[in-house]
């Protein structure tokens, strides 16, 4: 059986095009060297721990990233004062909201402000990779972070099946009319879940999202820093080491099929 991370991470990827980090909390930083298991990033060095000099493009112009599953999920707030059904977590004295997932798996991803810096050039970063590969100094299986999503502040929900549901208890009034889910990084406690796998709410400096590349081995067209279409679980497959010019690096972005 899959878990939650397949489901996140291939909404995510089929909605913003970048690799979601799992679990989402866990710290990505650029130049991060590490392999994919499965469709996890596991860090296992850095460029900067290998002696690979680069420098970091910043970014200051900042976004909101929100995606909600179309398989159906509904999200209800509630003033403070008006009346709760029977059973709920919520408080009659306090505004809260409610989020059902009532007609399959789904997801709730709210990123805010978020910035995107990236490695300057890249280009020149391939061939220092691939001269290493010629020399028997770079494996194949390692992928290296180019680019990251940082969030000031982010929440996620998953739900691996119907019926799947969360309540949220607000700290302050809310002005009812106005909200959306860009708004659940706010003030909101968790009151009680039922049929949730993973519930992030309003966690700040976090990287949800990244890309990646890779030293890319062919028969056909050389070796290539790349990012190229390949599944996940196909990483490992990778032909014999060939030798090739640094003349014929390339950039092609690392795209996850599921």
């Avoid at 850095?46 to 990233?65: G, H, T």
């Avoid at 059902?100 to 991803?109: E, L, R, S, Y």
């Avoid at 000031?152 to 959306?180: P, R």
């Amino acid at each position: 059986m899959q878990g939650p991370q397949y489901q996140y991470a291939k909404e995510l990827y089929t909605r913003f095009g970048y690799v979601a980090t799992w679990t989402p909390a866990t710290p990505v930083s650029l130049g991060d060297v590490g392999e994919m298991d499965g469709n996890v990033f596991r860090r296992v060095s850095s460029l900067k721990e290998m002696n690979v000099p680069f420098d970091i493009r910043k970014a200051s112009n900042k976004e909101d990233l929100i995606y909600t599953s179309e398989s159906g999920v509904n999200l209800n707030f509630k003033a403070a004062g008006s009346p709760i059904v029977a059973g709920s977590s919520l408080l009659v004295q306090k505004a809260g909201a409610t989020i059902d997932f009532h007609k399959g798996a789904g997801v709730v991803f709210v990123a805010k402000d978020c910035v995107s810096p990236s490695i300057e050039d890249q280009i020149s970063l391939g061939k220092e990779l691939i001269r290493r590969y010629n020399l028997g100094e770079w494996d194949a299986k390692h992928v290296v972070v180019t680019e990251i999503k940082q969030a000031d502040s982010m929440s996620a929900f998953i739900s691996e099946s119907s019926g799947g549901k969360l309540e949220l208890v607000a700290e302050n009034s809310l002005q009812l009319g106005t909200l959306s889910f860009a708004d659940l990084n706010a003030n909101f406690s968790v009151g009680a879940s039922s049929g949730i796998n993973t519930q992030i709410i309003a966690k700040e400096k976090l990287t949800p999202l990244f890309r990646v590349r890779q030293v890319k081995a062919s028969f056909w067209s050389g070796t290539s820093f790349s990012v190229k279409e390949k599944s996940f679980h196909d990483l490992n497959e990778l032909p014999p080491q060939v030798e090739i010019t640094e003349e014929s690096a390339e950039l092609v972005d690392f795209t996850p099929v599921f």
